[in-house]
């Protein structure tokens, strides 16, 4: 496929920038191979090193440069021939939290900005959680799960996908349907759900979704437990909680 008809855009995981090569002459390299004019060259970088933010670095190696902006530079590189689609290998992985937290905004206006589809290869559900809009958790080379943000997050389709998205509350029963509820025998407790589907059971609850009350609350709702706490993490922002009601729950709660 020649270049003009290229239509994907790659970012690695290690950057794979020319070491030899300014910032402005790696990002520019597609456009030098299209045989652009110098001056329209010069525009079109500089309004992408203006977009990410690293114009000031134009004249530097790739070894001068911090990990974020190494990332960067490749973004636009990748950027800067306009593709269709753009996959990126872990693009973050290698970043710390402060400069992931500014990339990932800088991701999102990007994919606003220029309406292409991006294609993220990540381990880390943060990032699949703040930058997508569908998601395909995949395992040995097989996607077993494809939907919205929420659909992974809220309904897994399996143990591995629970794991992935963080689900602390994975308790096993047998459902039993009685006036068009699903009656949940967990072996210590009876759970109860709209989802009909007799048989063995997954019951997943997030952590975030469970109300605690040291008073008895008069309420409809059907899941209502009393139970002991157990245990007591503060994990900074959050409090988390060990509650046994029969079977043991994570509950989050905030200050």
Known sequence: ?????????F?????????????????????NLRKMGKEEIKKIVGE?????????????????????????TAIARALVVHPKV????????ALDRKIKEDLMDELKNIHEKFDIT???????????????????????GEVTQIGTVDE???????????????????????GKINDKILEINTGNIT?????????????????EDIILSVNNVKTSARNVFK??????????????????????FIVYLTR
Do not use: C, W
Request: glycine residues 8%; proline residues 4%.
């Open 1 to 9: 496929m020649s270049l003009e008809k290229r239509e994907i855009g």
């Open 11 to 31: 970012v690695y995981q290690d950057y794979m920038l020319f070491p030899h090569k300014t910032v402005f002459e790696n990002i520019s390299f597609g456009l």
């Open 48 to 72: 992408m090193m203006k977009l990410l933010g690293i114009f000031h670095l134009h004249n530097r190696l790739p070894r001068t440069l911090s990990g974020g902006e190494q990332q960067r």
């Open 86 to 93: 753009l996959l990126m290998d872990e693009p973050l992985s």
């Open 118 to 140: 991006i294609v993220h290869v990540t381990h880390n559900f943060d990032e699949a959680l703040i930058l997508a809009d569908r998601i395909a958790i995949m395992r040995k």
């Open 152 to 174: 992974i997050f809220r309904n897994p389709k399996s143990e591995f996908v629970a794991d992935f998205v963080g689900v602390k509350n994975m308790i096993k029963g047998n």
């Open 191 to 207: 759970m109860y759900s709209t989802k009909l589907k007799e048989g063995p059971v997954h019951i997943t609850i997030r952590p």
């Open 227 to 248: 139970g002991l706490i157990k245990k007591i993490l503060d994990e900074g922002a959050l409090i988390k909680l060990t509650v046994d009601v029969g079977e043991q």
